[in-house]
């Protein structure tokens, strides 16, 4: 057994051991998901992707201090690649996926701060498949959720019990001289309105670097008409200042995304609408079914890609809870408007 197998295997039994002796604010958090897409217009028979993996940790909450430790678990035919200096091979990964402490106090009774470290994610959008254009790279289309980690520190505010304020600050290197700034207002309301405002720039590329300013801001809102309909939709405002910068620097960092050019601007948006019926037959057949369509202009452009893509996506999903598992199931556009793409993911949470 090597290293990282004996070393896993003490962490995930400590774990166990400290949610024994701790008290009722220390859970254990596991689950196993299973997922495989499939493109029709594909000419082979076999699956597009197909990965089986598991998620293990800890979660601590109390007043002042909650925590978040988890692992994501990988089998060697399923791990990411990597090189041994010949060719490149499938090994067993298993990643430090999330950790996190977050130290909390109040200020007053309407006034609340807080104070974030480690690795995090954020899909704010709540989308299916499209959404979170602060974070995302328009290349890339999400599946289900998003992975955006971050690796930062993030102050937050929250006040008058409807407004979230968080200030983050992440980066992308251990020395901390590349990375950005995020900001992000939430807003929930008594009545069933929610909506978000969040801006990201790399400006800590500039601290010691030669780098281009990118812009990125992000609208979200979502309404329950009625308890069982909701209609969402997220619009972005995506720009690259337009500087005279040495590309040739010896300290030059590109763009944090591909598709950043100078002077140019895009203006990525998508609405969708949920059904998530509370009783009766509707309810048996399903928890939610999502209807989403998304434009993201010059997609085929930014993909530097030689074959066709359209600049419209759609995808229809759906969603449901049995026991301790979540089924999902979608239907989705590939590169063409006509493109039929399948996926479907089993979640078991195991506690």
Known sequence: MNFKKITSTL?????????????????????????????????????????????????????????????RIFA?????????????????????D????????SI???????????????????????????????????LWMRDYSHNALELGWKCFGISTLNVMLATKDNHFNTGYIRVEEDLKFSFPLEMKFAYRSNAIDRFKHTAVLTH?????????????????GELAHLSTMNENVNTKADNYIAPESKYFIKDKTYNPFYVGIEFAPSSGIMNTLMSSLYLELERVGD??????SDKKMHDMAWTVAWAKNIGQSKLQ?????????????????LTSTIK
């Open 11 to 71: 962490l995930v039994a400590g774990m166990c051991t400290a949610a024994f002796a701790a008290d009722e604010a220390f859970s254990l958090k596991g689950n196993v998901q299973t997922q495989a897409t499939k493109m029709v217009a594909d000419d082979d028979n076999d699956f597009s992707s197909f990965w089986i993996r598991a998620n293990i940790g800890g979660q601590y909450k109390s007043d002042n201090l909650d925590g978040l430790v988890m692992l």
């Open 76 to 96: 060697p035919e399923f791990g990411n690649s990597l090189s041994d200096g010949n060719k490149n091979k499938n090994y067993d990964k298993i990643l430090a």
């Open 98 to 105: 999330l950790y996190w402490v977050n130290y909390k106090w």
């Open 108 to 142: 007053s009774e309407n006034n609340k701060m807080n104070l974030k470290i480690g690795r995090w994610k954020t899909d704010w959008s709540q989308s299916t498949h499209f959404g979170t254009y602060v974070d995302k790279d328009l290349t890339v289309r999400g």
């Open 216 to 232: 990125r801001y992000a609208a979200y809102i979502s309404y329950n008409v009625i308890p069982e309909l909701r209609l969402y």
């Open 299 to 304: 997609r085929q452009k930014i993909s530097y």
């Open 329 to 345: 199931f979608s239907l989705y556009n590939g590169n063409k408007f006509t493109d039929l793409g399948l996926a479907f993911r």
